[in-house]
């Protein structure tokens, strides 16, 4: 796939540009929030599980909303949904703001916060990165992406150290209310974005549907599959380090505030050049080589953070921890969104969340318990094992390279002209395609229609089959249903253009007259009276 030569190429696009400036004031004033929640828990709980549970309680939502989040981001307007999002996060930190200024806050008060954070960010998050794809052009997509990781790992190097200097001067009350100023910055951009409208000429679908759609399209889809695999286990094993980095400032390392917020900014600083470096290492090595070199990476700078007790020397560990962080996250969000359309980028998007942050919300609870029984630096040394068989877990399931798809819509549906009077909720509806093919070619064709099968109901159909006439072998037909006439509509205006060439394979094996024989049925049960209703008829017997 051909990608733009320069990191910064998307900055170019002006909506991109400001959204993106936005997004670093806000993530500076989340990091400065992160930090003095992780060191208020310090403070007011010595258990280290539910230190670690800080970082939990803001990843588990994403685990638990964000599939509901893709798909209200696929059907509303994403930049009303982002802004919604973006207030929900400004009151609650308010909020947190103020209870804390009061003293009120207790270990599992913060822990609600935090949690409630994440939820604005579950909501957030699908809406943002799907909208990438609208802002710049698809080759400079890859780079937009690895943009929008040194965006927020730039505020990492930084904001996590100036976090722990507003801590350890003003209390943790400051930072909570840095973070909630932070938020106007990219309110004010949201509202400047004048994002065109999308026309449909088809009704919304319902949240429920819409969330199987999506569940069903990454179901049928491999390529994203892998990709759900191995972010799953690379948040499982990399949620140690931030998990565990407050115990390593204190515990490993002997310091305070201002040291975890150091150690925080090493982890950005490499991120940053992870970023930057991305570029390049795509255009020398392959997808699968760069994803084994950030676990490989990260296994090794959790083994030195583990074993080091020095400070100046946990840092250099962690600068390889933050670029094998942007490698491979930035990696796998790229190959999602080139491998999926633009009509359920959000939901695939939100999938690839649920699986890589319910790994991090995951293990940043069991390396907090495995801390609190054997220490920091043994769970530190688990998790680089850990890495390194994810690593492994690559020759079997490689990821996928990037491939010139082109998920434009096909546009050559146009509904067809019928003698009976249907309404949009009118259904089941039934599709039978005729097929006359040879002998010959029967291999070829049912390995077409395996391919054929996957695009079916990976766009909406049910009940695919494929059936052979028994007094004609010559004729082979494919039937499936949908529920109504408004999801077969649909079902057609998802075909892509990448599509295109299984249809015309398909079609060059037929040898009837003309193209293969559609038929557009809809289904209707007879269902017999029951028996005393039968009985009442034939004798006439009055109600």
């Not at 994403?62 to 798909?71: C, T």
């Not at 009061?102 to 994440?118: K, M």
């Not at 390889?320 to 969000?333: D, E, I, K, T």
């Amino acid at each position: 796939m051909p990608h733009s030569s320069s990191p910064l190429a998307p900055l170019k696009h002006d909506t991109f540009r400001l959204i993106w400036f936005a997004s670093i004031v806000s993530n500076f004033g989340g990091l400065v929030q992160a930090v003095g929640a992780a060191w208020m828990m310090t403070s007011i709980s010595n258990s280290s599980d539910m230190v670690a549970l800080v970082q939990a309680s803001t990843s588990a939502p994403i685990m638990l909303f964000s599939l509901v989040s893709g798909a209200l981001a696929d059907s509303f307007d994403r930049r009303r949904l982002m802004m919604v999002a973006q207030v929900f996060m400004f009151v609650v930190s308010v909020l947190l703001t103020l209870c804390t200024y009061f003293g009120l806050v207790t270990p599992w008060l913060l822990l609600t916060f935090t949690f409630l954070i994440g939820c604005g960010t579950a909501l957030n998050n699908p809406a943002w990165q799907a909208s990438v794809g609208d802002m710049v052009p698809r080759q400079d997509l890859p780079n937009a992406v690895a943009l929008n990781s040194m965006g927020f790992n730039m505020t990492r190097s930084i904001g996590p150290a100036i976090g722990g200097a507003i801590v350890a001067a003003a209390g943790a009350a400051a930072a909570f209310a840095v973070n909630s100023l932070s938020y106007f910055a990219l309110l004010f951009a949201l509202y400047r974005w004048k994002r065109a409208p999308i026309d449909s000429v088809l009704p919304r679908e319902s949240l429920g549907r819409a969330i199987g759609a999506g569940l069903r399209y990454v179901a049928m889809s491999p390529n994203i599959l892998k990709v759900l695999l191995r972010g799953f286990v690379f948040g499982l094993a990399a949620s140690a380090i931030l998990a565990l980095l407050p115990l390593v400032a204190r515990d490993l390392v002997a310091g305070g505030p201002l040291t975890y917020g150091l150690l925080l900014g090493a982890f950005g600083v490499g991120a940053i050049g992870g970023a930057l470096i991305s570029a390049r290492l795509r255009e020398r090595l392959t997808g699968e080589n760069i994803v084994r070199l950030a676990f490989l990476g990260f296994a090794l700078s959790a083994a030195m953070t583990g074993w080091s007790g020095n400070r100046a020397l946990t840092c250099l560990a962690l600068l390889g921890a933050g670029a094998g962080w942007v490698l491979a996250l930035s990696l796998f969000n790229t190959t999602v969104q080139l491998s999926t359309p633009r009509w359920v980028v959000a939901r695939a998007l939100s999938l690839y969340q649920t699986t890589t942050f319910g790994g991090i919300a995951a293990g940043s609870w069991f390396w907090g318990v495995a801390a609190e029984q054997y220490g920091a630096d043994m769970a530190l040394y688990a998790s680089a094992a850990l890495m390194l068989v994810g690593g492994v877990i690559g020759l079997r399931f490689a990821l996928p390279e990037f491939e010139a798809l082109n998920l434009d819509p096909l546009g050559s549906f146009t509904e067809p002209m019928l003698k009976l009077d249907l309404t949009p909720r009118s259904g089941p509806i039934v599709v039978l395609i005729d097929y006359e093919i040879d002998e010959a070619d029967v291999p070829a064709f049912l390995t077409i229609m395996g391919e054929r099968r996957r695009i079916r109901i990976r766009d909406g159909a049910g009940q695919w089959s494929l059936m052979r006439d028994l007094e004609n072998p010559r004729v082979w037909t494919e039937t499936y249903h949908v529920p109504t006439w408004t999801d077969y509509v649909r079902h057609n205006q998802r075909r892509t253009q990448d599509d295109k060439s299984n249809y015309e394979r398909l079609h060059a094996l037929h040898r009837g007259e003309g193209s293969p024989r559609v038929h557009r049925m809809i289904e209707r049960q007879t269902i017999l009276p029951h028996p005393y209703e039968q009985f009442r008829r034939q004798m006439d017997i009055p109600h």
